[in-house]
């Protein structure tokens, strides 16, 4: 199976709010976003959102530019339908990341949580560091939130690479100065606890 084909079935299969990622409100990635003092209308990206409830509370915090995408269009259907006419606020992009032309430093903000960790594969985290190099404009922010080394070793079912603040800072150090990183922990809606670090890069002036 595929990576599309194993996330439009977790979509069209399971309810999007009983899957181990869910939260009512990602509280951990706004309260970090909120921080950054980005303007109403920075653009910013979740990649992977899924069917995530970020961009609903991005949109009651007044962003305009947000823009989400995912392997699963079912996955993007179902953030959709749940916002209704708000839908049309945000941009919404079905498609492989790895694949995905993002332009040139089109995003202030680059959020992703819990897809990054799916790379198992040192050439396919390379990809995503020359799409995230590229995409995030200069002074621009690149926020990762993934399983920690202390965290689960699936998720969905799949195996999963699990990083420390130090091996992510490292990894993207060429482009990015790190800002800050954190622990937390996510609550699954079946009560068990799952162990994340986080960490927020800057892009670099210059080419990186
Ligand atoms: C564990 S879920 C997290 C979803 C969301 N970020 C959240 O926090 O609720 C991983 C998400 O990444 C998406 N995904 C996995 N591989 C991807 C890829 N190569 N390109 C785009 N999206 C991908 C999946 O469809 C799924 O929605």
């Not at 599309?4 to 979509?11: I, K, M, T």
């Not at 003092?37 to 970020?54: E, F, H, K, M, N």
């Not at 961009?55 to 259907?77: E, F, M, Q, R």
């Amino acid at each position: 199976m595929d990576a599309q084909e194993h996330w439009e079935n977790v979509y069209q299969n399971k309810d999007s709010r009983s899957v181990s990622w869910y939260a009512d409100h990602v509280e951990s990635s706004l309260a970090r976003i909120r921080s950054l003092g980005l303007q109403p209308d920075a653009r910013i990206l979740d990649l992977g959102g899924g069917a995530s409830t970020l961009v609903d509370d991005l949109l009651k915090l007044g962003y305009s530019g947000i823009s989400v995408l995912d392997i699963s269009p079912t996955a993007l259907s179902i953030a959709k339908t749940r916002l209704g006419e708000r839908a049309s606020e945000a941009s919404w992009i079905a498609a492989n990341a790895l694949e995905h032309d993002f332009g040139s430093a089109a995003y202030d903000l680059w959020h992703d949580r819990a897809v990054f960790h799916f790379l198992t594969a040192t050439s396919d985290r390379q990809l995503y560091r020359d799409k995230a190099s590229r995409a995030v404009k200069p002074g621009g922010f690149l926020f990762l939130n993934v399983f920690a080394d202390d965290g689960p070793e699936k998720c969905s079912g799949l195996v999963i690479s699990r990083h420390t603040e130090r091996d992510l800072e490292e990894f993207f150090g060429e482009a990015f100065d790190p800002v800050m990183h954190d622990r937390f922990v996510h609550k699954t809606p079946a009560g068990s606890d799952q162990r994340f670090v986080s960490v927020l890069l800057r892009r670099k002036h210059g080419p990186g």
